[in-house]
């Protein structure tokens, strides 16, 4: 763990479940805020800001996935699902959200650690994003990168990115005009525990052409390369 103690709130109806992931987080050095439905998640997460939150999709007075949607129209916490749900409709439609993460029950502990470990990783860069770096900005068109400072313009206007969205953009134009694979893109993002989850990278690839692109039916920056995975193109003139 590093030194600063990191803080999660727990959000699960089922009173063995939680206590039994509380007690794994905790051994692992964590911080753990526990809630039993969804109204008790929203207010310990305006009191108390944690860095990551686990929401169950099914708690009463509020479910995890209006909380989810709450908590990503002002922020961009991690945030890792757990359902029962197992579905690729059901997993895109969690995703489209704005969840990180997507843990299906039953699961092992150890499972839920090495994401709750990527998922802390991928927002590490906000941490250090307020120490004076040099500038490293890459300009392809219209669109403005800096990878060093983290901060993203699209004609001069700065795009709001979250750390998943920023990670995966910087991977991509890190190797301009190469294709990087599903697999190698969830595992350098995600982390080494990914490669099969081509969903994830759909529905992140989505918003940031929403967000990047002019037209993001038709992309000019992030192209796909049908059933081998993505590149980013450098245009040379506006």
């Avoid at 039994?20 to 050095?29: E, I, K, Q």
């Avoid at 039993?36 to 944690?50: D, F, K, T, V």
């Avoid at 169950?56 to 029962?84: F, H, K, N």
Wanted: net charge negative.
């Amino acid at each position: 763990m590093p030194a600063t103690l990191k803080r999660i709130l727990l959000a699960e109806d089922e009173e063995a479940l939680r206590d039994f992931v509380s007690r794994n987080l905790r051994a692992r050095g964590f911080e753990v805020l526990e809630a039993s439905n969804g109204l008790e998640a929203m207010a310990l997460w305006q009191q108390e800001a944690p860095h990551l939150l686990i929401l169950d999709v099914m708690m009463p007075r509020m479910d995890g996935l209006e909380v989810c949607q709450r908590v990503r129209q002002s922020s961009t916490v991690p945030i890792i699902i757990l359902t029962a749900l197992d579905s690729e409709r059901d997993k895109v439609a969690t995703l489209d959200l704005g969840a990180d993460d997507y843990l299906t029950k039953p699961f092992g502990v150890e499972e839920l650690l090495a994401r709750v470990r990527a998922a802390l990783r991928r927002t590490n860069w906000e941490e250090t994003g307020s120490l004076p770096a040099v500038s490293n900005a890459k300009h392809f068109g219209e669109l403005e990168v800096d990878l060093a400072g983290h901060v993203v313009r699209l004609r001069g206007e700065e795009i709001r990115l979250s750390p998943t969205e920023f990670a995966l953009l910087k991977q991509l134009v890190t190797n301009a005009g190469k294709v990087l694979t599903h697999r190698m893109l969830l595992q350098s993002i995600w982390g080494p525990e990914y490669g099969d989850e081509a969903e994830y990278l759909r529905v992140y690839i989505n918003r940031l052409r929403h967000k990047l692109e002019t037209d993001s039916a038709n992309p000019r920056y992030l192209l796909t390369e049908p059933g081998v995975g993505y590149r980013f193109v450098a245009p040379t003139s506006n």
